[in-house]
Structures are given as C-alpha cells and as structure tokens.
C-alpha cells in the first residue's frame, strides 16, 4: 500500500489551467501504474488519466484528449495532472490512485486512493 495525498484544486474559469500534484510515500511509487480519476455530484468515478512504470507510456480518457498531460516524477514520488483549457464539465472531485499492471482505467485496478481535491470550473 501506498500513502496518497492530492493538492492543486480550485476554482478557475472556462478556459483556464490548474495543475493537480499527488505526492506519494513509500518506496515502490516507480512501480506502480498510477491515476487520475474524478467524480462529480451525483455521478460515478469515472477515469481520466494513467501513466505506466513503462516511460513514456500514457492513457487518456476521450473528453480530455489535448488538453490533459498526466506525467510523474519518480525522483520526487509525485504524480500531476496539467489541465488547460477547462470547461465547466471538468468540475468534480479529482482523486489521484496506485495500481499494479501496466495501464489501468478502471477503480478495481487500483489499490490506493487518495482523499481527492476539489476542481471547479466556472462558466
């Protein structure tokens, strides 16, 4: 298991960035397949985005394909979400998970969460 611990939330207009960090203890963070996920009011966790222990080797769900760059820093056991060009659709609770495998999209994938941060995008 690994500690999670999500910053970079807030509250920005339509069209702007904001970028998420989740910072990771523990030794096996390059090991792990990592996540982003978010839920918003009333709706299912749903994936965003994944980056394997394979460099260079990412995922991206379809709505947020060009404006989303999931990368990590294994140096510094952190994992970010760079977000541009937001819409008012991307507003949720972002929460940022371990796995194991080689990319994975779904919750059941993953081992460990963190306690999320929230995004709200305003029109």
């Known amino acids: 298991q690994v500690q999670l611990v999500e910053s970079g939330g807030g509250l920005v207009q339509a069209g702007g960035a904001l970028r998420l960090s989740c910072a990771a203890s523990?030794?096996?963070?390059?090991?792990?397949?990592m996540g982003w996920f978010r839920q918003a009011p009333g709706k299912e966790r749903e994936f965003v985005a994944a980056?394997?222990?394979?460099?260079?080797?990412?995922y991206y769900t379809d709505s947020v394909k060009g404006r989303f760059t999931i990368s990590r820093d294994n140096a510094k056991n952190t994992l970010y979400l760079q977000m541009n060009n937001l819409k008012p659709e991307d507003t949720a609770v972002y929460y940022c998970?371990?796995?194991?495998?080689?990319?994975?999209?779904?919750?059941?994938?993953?081992?460990?969460w963190g306690q999320g941060t929230q995004v709200t995008v305003s029109s």
């Open positions: 998970a371990a796995g194991r495998g080689v990319l994975a999209t779904m919750t059941e994938d993953y081992h460990s």
């Open positions: 523990g030794r096996s963070f390059s090991t792990y397949v």
């Open positions: 980056v394997s222990w394979i460099p260079s080797t990412t």
